[in-house]
């Protein structure tokens, strides 16, 4: 490997990514036997996807990350036409209430997961090319707000709240350090609150997420069922936890704990020995793709870096709060350690990415 190449964050990714693999096991085992008489179906699937994601993070950290700019444009018309194919009967699949997937066979790929490679990559030209148009917002913001508003309008017709969330969170953070004034994010701020009050008032099962939220208590066997769930696991975890596949949530308590609420299972098993070796983590990881950011010898390298680093840890964040209670439930996954093979391939290539511009 050449000498910038990045060590220790593709040391830290591989080993987060097995012990997420792991965790799945203990996770899904009794569910998996349940439903597939298979206990290690779960398990089997990720590994594929595991595999397949490290040669993609090893051979994208050997592609010159200066071809994403040169073909930005078509990367991000692709994903556009994606997620409008994922919308039409018969093309998209619908799983959990929504149309965001392409089925292939028991597989499913999630079109808005690599959506959020698209954006980042087409936002990071943008603010290259339009460093001191940035300072105007009618000439510099509003253009780039326009298209991320587009994605965010296809990807909530599926409906997807919770990946919608992360992209926009990533990007307008990614247009913040272009050197936006941070009045026009006050007021873009308030308009976006305004906007999100508007999505969940006209959609009535996301206002019952609100309210299990506020008071998980009022319905605990309907809407307040998961937060209640992952609560109970996470509460006796103690220490050092009930011990490696002595979770007790996991038989039948906790909805499908492989996925979205796999901290819960981490938790409960390994105690706070378990939530310190997920959070330092992804801190290393953040901590690694900001220096790579900062030391990028140009622009685009630098927003890149940052857009794709950021991006995976506001999506750790998020998952993180909606399993504690902090907020409500969104379906965000946790990277690298959540069952879902879009989004274990999506930041394995993030990462790969990242290591490529580490290399430059």
């Given at each position: 490997?050449?000498?910038?190449?990045?060590?220790p964050?593709?040391?830290?990714?591989?080993?987060?990514?097995?012990?997420?693999?792991v965790?799945?096991?203990?996770?899904?085992?009794?569910?998996?036997?349940?439903?597939?008489?298979?206990?290690?179906k779960?398990?089997?699937?990720?590994?594929?996807?595991?595999?397949?994601?490290?040669?993609?993070?090893?051979?994208?950290?050997?592609?010159?990350?200066?071809?994403?700019?040169?073909?930005?444009?078509?990367?991000?018309?692709?994903?556009?036409?994606?997620?409008?194919?994922?919308?039409?009967?018969?093309?998209?699949?619908?799983?959990?209430?929504?149309?965001?997937?392409?089925?292939?066979?028991?597989?499913?790929?999630?079109?808005?997961?690599?959506?959020?490679?698209?954006?980042?990559?087409?936002v990071?030209?943008?603010?290259?090319?339009?460093?001191?148009?940035?300072?105007?917002?009618?000439?510099?913001?509003?253009?780039?707000?326009?298209?991320?508003?587009?994605?965010?309008?296809?990807i909530?017709?599926?409906?997807?709240?919770?990946?919608?969330?992360?992209?926009?969170?990533?990007?307008?953070?990614?247009?913040?350090?272009?050197?936006?004034?941070?009045?026009?994010?006050?007021?873009?701020?308030?308009?976006?609150?305004?906007?999100?009050?508007?999505?969940?008032?006209?959609?009535?099962?996301?206002m019952?997420?609100?309210?299990?939220?506020?008071?998980?208590?009022s319905d605990p066997?309907?809407?307040?069922?998961?937060?209640?769930?992952?609560?109970?696991?996470?509460?006796?975890?103690?220490?050092l936890?009930?011990?490696?596949?002595?979770?007790?949530?996991?038989?039948?308590?906790?909805?499908?704990?492989?996925?979205?609420?796999?901290?819960?299972?981490?938790?409960?098993?390994?105690?706070?020995?378990?939530?310190?070796?997920v959070?330092?983590?992804f801190?290393?990881?953040?901590?690694?793709g900001?220096?790579?950011?900062?030391?990028?010898?140009?622009?685009?390298?630098?927003?890149?870096?940052?857009?794709?680093?950021?991006?995976?840890?506001?999506?750790?964040?998020?998952?993180?709060m909606?399993?504690?209670?902090?907020?409500p439930?969104?379906?965000?996954?946790?990277?690298?350690?959540?069952?879902?093979?879009?989004?274990?391939?999506?930041s394995?290539?993030?990462?790969?990415?990242?290591?490529?511009?580490?290399?430059?």
């Amino acid at each position: 490997m050449k000498k910038g190449f990045d060590k220790p964050l593709f040391v830290a990714v591989i080993l987060i990514a097995i012990f997420g693999l792991v965790m799945i096991y203990s996770a899904s085992f009794v569910w998996a036997n349940y439903k597939f008489d298979d206990p290690y179906k779960f398990v089997k699937m990720q590994g594929i996807f595991l595999v397949v994601g490290i040669i993609l993070m090893i051979v994208l950290s050997k592609i010159d990350y200066h071809i994403y700019y040169k073909y930005a444009n078509i990367i991000l018309l692709i994903c556009a036409i994606l997620l409008i194919l994922v919308l039409i009967p018969g093309i998209g699949t619908v799983r959990n209430g929504s149309r965001s997937w392409f089925g292939i066979g028991s597989l499913g790929i999630q079109p808005s997961e690599f959506a959020k490679i698209g954006l980042i990559i087409y936002v990071s030209k943008y603010l290259t090319n339009n460093n001191k148009e940035m300072k105007s917002i009618i000439h510099g913001v509003l253009p780039i707000l326009g298209v991320i508003g587009l994605f965010f309008v296809l990807i909530m017709l599926e409906p997807d709240f919770g990946t919608a969330m992360v992209i926009v969170l990533t990007l307008v953070v990614l247009i913040f350090i272009s050197g936006v004034k941070i009045s026009f994010f006050v007021k873009i701020g308030l308009v976006g609150l305004l906007g999100i009050a508007g999505i969940i008032i006209a959609a009535p099962y996301r206002m019952k997420r609100i309210v299990s939220f506020l008071n998980p208590w009022s319905d605990p066997l309907g809407s307040g069922y998961q937060i209640l769930q992952s609560l109970y696991a996470i509460g006796p975890g103690g220490l050092l936890g009930q011990g490696f596949l002595k979770s007790r949530q996991k038989y039948f308590y906790l909805p499908e704990p492989q996925t979205d609420f796999i901290f819960s299972i981490i938790s409960e098993e390994l105690g706070f020995l378990g939530v310190l070796i997920v959070t330092i983590s992804f801190m290393f990881i953040f901590y690694r793709g900001m220096l790579t950011s900062l030391k990028s010898k140009d622009l685009f390298g630098k927003y890149l870096a940052f857009g794709l680093s950021f991006g995976l840890i506001i999506q750790a964040s998020l998952n993180l709060m909606v399993v504690v209670g902090l907020i409500p439930v969104t379906g965000v996954t946790l990277p690298f350690l959540s069952y879902g093979g879009s989004s274990l391939l999506v930041s394995l290539a993030s990462i790969g990415i990242i290591l490529n511009v580490s290399r430059n």
